[in-house]
């Protein structure tokens, strides 16, 4: 096996190595596509379970819209399609004819959605309309990495229609929030959550929230965003009610959503030099037992391992790993690598004293345990390990997060070199933003602080706070 490249002097070649090797995902033929394998699959559904339990108890539905788009459903949105129309993939012709209308892949489902909304929506008493969609989306990349940035990637997207303005904006916080709450306590990753600047917001939305987070190479990653639309989309496509009062009214509208790229995060944040290092919370497997023995104890061994592997199920995740092909020492490194939290070690001298040697994928400890105890002692470890990863990513983007008054010109070959998060102040400018290109850097957010005096590119009196970085 490749070794994996130096996640110190080569970060992005570390962690195409670690999504391959640990069989996340695989290239596909078609370029800027991926193949996700059956690892990475199964840690997408640990996310749905968590984030889809969560939706449905803040009232929305799943539903299922078509992939294919008339591209006249784009066009009535101008900003929208604007917004979008370097990354479409159009179908022209099927059936071995051209097609009188094309058909646009779905970068997005707005417009279809919307579509769908105006056939469904006549009265007051017919909001909130609260949607969810599990799918695949198709966005042309020019310069993919296999989960950040792909040409069709995997999702939820969530769209909603609301009685009022105070209603909708609600809900694209609240969907924020939940994002947010989902990150931290299960991706044990701290994000940064607040919202767009006017240049960066989802085209055709009023305001766009993001969540950011910092690789450990010192760039951001936007993890989700929820737009609040209000309007413009329900104007576009004539959704109309009937209102309390008898009038007719455009709804309000909203859409959030969260793609597969929070599994690249998870490689980013988390990863170290022996691989993948997966929070437990939603690691698709929590536990590894690993039995190790001899063909004249094999038998004893493997029972006991079974013994051992039942009494935890239910408790955690766990696969016994009764391989007879593959050396102890190789299945250590292959867990390590696919960042199984907690390996079980259980052999003959073990046995004997009624105990194991469990390890952490943290090195945080090895110890010797009583098998008796491990029903108590595993699950403690599990929220051990969930807040040792927090807290460490945390502590690195601390020591990346610079408060500066000084102008670009002081900063900017720092931020070139070194990377970080570097909270500013801005003038809003667009002449400042453009300034940022020099240094191959973005406005990720802006803060909701005003503590900078000046602007970060011209020196006059800043209006707001805002993150500047290098970003996937």
């Given at each position: 096996m490749k070794k994996l490249a130096d996640i110190q002097q080569n970060f992005p070649e570390w962690y195409q190595d670690v999504v391959y090797a640990s069989q996340l995902a695989d290239q596909a033929p078609v370029r800027g596509c991926m193949v996700m394998r059956p690892y990475g699959c199964a840690l997408w559904e640990e996310m749905q379970k968590v984030l889809d339990t969560r939706f449905k108890e803040?009232?929305?539905?799943?539903?299922?819209?078509?992939?294919?788009?008339?591209?006249?459903?784009?066009?009535?949105?101008?900003?929208?399609?604007?917004?979008?129309?370097p990354e479409l993939a159009v179908v022209t012709h099927a059936g071995g004819k051209e097609l009188e209308e094309p058909l646009i892949v779905r970068p997005t489902s707005e417009t279809i959605v919307h579509y769908m909304f105006a056939q469904w929506i006549r009265s007051w008493r017919d909001l909130p309309l609260k949607i969810n969609q599990w799918a695949s989306v198709v966005r042309w990349e020019l310069r993919p990495r296999p989960f950040?940035?792909?040409?069709?990637?995997?999702?939820?997207?969530?769209h909603t229609a609301h009685e009022?303005?105070?209603?909708a904006c609600e809900e694209a916080h609240r969907m924020h929030h939940v994002y947010q709450e989902f990150m931290e306590e299960y991706l044990a990753i701290p994000v940064v959550a607040a919202f767009k600047p006017e240049h960066e917001k989802f085209a055709g939305a009023d305001q766009t929230l993001t969540l950011e987070a910092m690789m450990q190479d010192g760039k951001a990653l936007q993890m989700g965003t929820s737009h609040f639309i209000s309007q413009n989309f329900a104007k576009a496509f004539n959704i109309t009610f009937q209102d309390r009062n008898g009038g007719v009214s455009y709804p309000h509208l909203t859409s959030w959503g969260v793609t597969t790229r929070m599994i690249g995060a998870v490689v980013g944040v988390h990863g170290d030099q022996k691989g993948l290092v997966m929070p437990p919370r939603i690691a698709p497997i929590q536990v590894v037992i690993v039995p190790i023995f001899k063909a004249e104890n094999r038998e004893i061994i493997l029972a006991a391992a079974h013994k051992v592997a039942e009494s935890l199920k239910g408790l955690v995740r766990v696969h016994n790993d009764t391989r007879d092909f593959e050396t102890p020492g190789a299945k250590f490194y292959e867990w390590e690598l696919k960042g199984i939290p907690l390996r079980i070690?259980?052999?003959p001298r073990d046995l004997e004293k009624n105990s194991v040697t469990i390890?952490?994928?943290?090195?945080?400890?090895?110890?010797?345990?009583?098998?008796?105890?491990?029903?108590?002692?595993?699950?403690?470890?599990?929220?051990e390990i969930?807040?040792?990863?927090?807290?460490?990513?945390?502590?690195?983007?601390?020591?990346?997060?610079?408060?500066?008054d000084e102008l670009l010109t002081s900063f900017g070959p720092r931020l070139r070199?070194?990377?970080?998060?570097?909270?500013?102040?801005?003038?809003?400018?667009k002449e400042s933003v453009e300034a940022l290109k020099e240094y191959g850097a973005t406005v990720r957010c802006v803060l909701p602080s005003k503590d900078a005096r000046i602007c970060f590119h011209s020196g006059k009196p800043s209006e707001c706070d805002i993150l500047?970085?290098?970003?996937?």
């Open positions: 803040t009232g929305h539905q799943n539903a299922a819209f078509p992939l294919l788009i008339p591209e006249s459903f784009l066009k009535r949105e101008k900003e929208h399609v604007e917004g979008f129309a950040l940035r792909t040409s069709e990637f995997w999702w939820q997207e969530g009022t303005y105070e209603e070690e259980l052999g390890v952490d994928r943290l090195g945080i400890a090895k110890e010797i345990v009583k098998i008796s105890d491990l029903v108590h002692i595993v699950p403690q470890k599990m929220v969930q807040k040792a990863l927090f807290d460490k990513a945390y502590e690195l983007r601390s020591k990346k997060w610079f408060i500066t070199e070194e990377g970080g998060f570097y909270q500013v102040g801005w003038n809003k400018s500047i970085a290098k970003a996937y």
